[in-house]
């Protein structure tokens, strides 16, 4: 990458918990509001995120992170591309029980989903609605700092191909609700700064 590489930073925030959140069900495309504890999780966002200003701010149309985006005082743009992965016929299953159903290694990222009450995605797909997004804010990060308020593998898959990595890096990328991470480049070279940092979690936490 050249010298003119931007010089902002991308801060990407995951969306607070929600009921299937918490319970480990996928939550592709059904539009769940926030539980309580979500909405406190937004606010600590927005304490973490105070006097911060952004040259851009985006976030996925889904209510759970426009509300977050909301009650950390961001004023984003919803964008289609920042949905949540279409997780077709596995939408509001939990793992243990998708791989019941398919086979007991089963991830989305390695395996995919199959169709249900909406198509699904392949990753590729996913992938190539967050290149959409990085080539969007790219030109941005050259005058000021961009956030992103959107979802768990989303986000996953917009770092690695913000990162130039295949977008299968993002399964070793883990993202808590109502986390906070930042990306930035580092000698031209894009890298982590900060990743999957809850402003009101202890700081080295030991246990999921």
């Not at 973490?48 to 200003?53: D, E, M, V």
């Not at 701010?57 to 279409?86: F, K, N, Q, V, Y």
């Not at 699904?120 to 080539?135: F, H, I, K, S, Y």
């Amino acid at each position: 990458m050249s010298t003119s590489a931007p010089k902002g930073r991308l801060v990407l925030i995951r969306h607070g918990s929600t009921e299937w959140s918490r319970s480990g069900q996928h939550t592709g495309r059904t539009d769940l509001p926030l539980l309580p504890e979500g909405e406190q999780d937004a606010y600590a966002v927005g304490r973490a995120l105070a006097g911060r200003s952004f040259a851009l701010a985006l976030c996925s149309p889904l209510m759970r992170a426009r509300r977050t985006a909301e009650l950390a005082g961001l004023t984003p743009d919803p964008s289609d591309d920042l949905m949540e992965w279409d997780y077709g016929g596995y939408e509001g299953l939990t793992t243990v029980q998708i791989r019941a159903l398919a086979q007991p290694d089963w991830t989305v990222f390695k395996d995919g989903v199959v169709p249900g009450n909406t198509p699904g995605e392949t990753l590729e797909q996913v992938a190539n609605r967050a290149r959409r997004v990085v080539e969007r804010i790219h030109p941005v990060l050259a005058v000021g700092d961009v956030t992103i308020v959107a979802h768990g593998h989303l986000l996953r898959v917009l770092a690695a191909v913000f990162l130039d990595q295949a977008p299968v890096t993002g399964a070793g990328l883990l993202l808590d609700a109502g986390s906070i991470s930042v990306l930035e480049f580092e000698k031209d070279v894009p890298a982590i700064r900060t990743w999957n940092w809850r402003p009101d979690a202890p700081a080295y936490p030991m246990e999921g």
